[in-house]
């Protein structure tokens, strides 16, 4: 079995509310885009992947299997590892969507989701953490009264602009739905140690679950020397790339939680990987969402399913897509998702879709 040709696919879907508009630091976004990845094996077999836009850097183009056809065409699908060490693939976005349709076309190969080529189901219903940007603190209360009608528990908010902001947004969240929401903030790098060390202790009174990566990824051990300065517990994610980074990160005790994603890390099974890692350090993981559609979103429901060290709710924003690229559309229902049960991903491209929100 060989791989007999590579498309690649630039998508745009758009977003509602209580999504979008989505306010970070860096930007305000109202639509999700990603790279989706398909691979043609010579029995016909068809595997899909996905990797997020890049908002940072140079951006994905969608012409990129030009370039994948000579890395990709002629190898064995399925030879999972031997791509990681020898394909030449470059170690994020674009491997881990080429990995996550190489997961794909093995399940349908042997007939099984993929969640029991993982290790076998450990949970069937994964729990959701709800997503919120940046908003006016009497915006964010309205949606977190919302989130509490549709069933989530936990709540991660973007941060990051300024602190002051950060924390009052905070306690407008604690005021309008006290402790029915655990609460999660991700300043997404921004702030210096001695900020992030205030920030943390004024966030003290408010009981987060964590404070998600308040300083520069390579700053590890302010990130120690951090956590024995507050009762805040701190997570890290922009740091959590590498399985030799994430050794630091737990012989430090820089991290009190860890949250990979397969495009920083490069596909399911350095996920998976990192996360039994992590397991013999005590530490949990949460898989990080980049607004993901269907494929990317099935995968990350298949990583959790088989691997318990993923214990917490992991972040989704699927709910606040208006459409997708899959034929059936997964239903949340209470904060939770049901693992697909069918081969591979478990999943079927709507190809009619695809070429809808094609840019």
Known sequence: MKIRDVATFLVELPQKYPIAPYQSRYRAAS????LLIRLECNDGTIGWGEAPQRYLGEK???SEAVQLRAQLVGHDPTAISAMYANWGLDGGYIQ?????AMWDILGKVCGQPLYKLLGGMVRERIELACCMGLRPPHEAAEIAKLYVKMGFTTLKTKAGRDPNEDVAFVKAIRDAVGDKLQLRI?????????V???LAKDLE?????????PTPADLLEDSARLRKLTSTPLALNESVTTLEQVRRILELEAAAVLLPDTYQCGGLWPCKLIGDLAASAGVPCVMHCAHDLGPKTAAMLHLVASTPNYSLAND???YGLEDDVISRPFKINQGHLLVPQGP????????EKVHKYRI
């Open 31 to 34: 639509r999700t885009g990603a």
């Open 60 to 62: 994905l183009t969608g």
């Open 96 to 100: 881990s969507g080429v990995e996550m």
């Open 186 to 194: 991700d300043p997404n790098t921004a702030y210096s140690a001695e």
């Open 196 to 198: 992030a060390e205030q």
């Open 205 to 213: 009174p408010y009981n987060l679950q964590y404070l998600e990566q």
């Open 316 to 318: 989704c924003t699927y």
């Open 344 to 351: 591979g991903l478990g999943i079927e491209i709507d190809v």
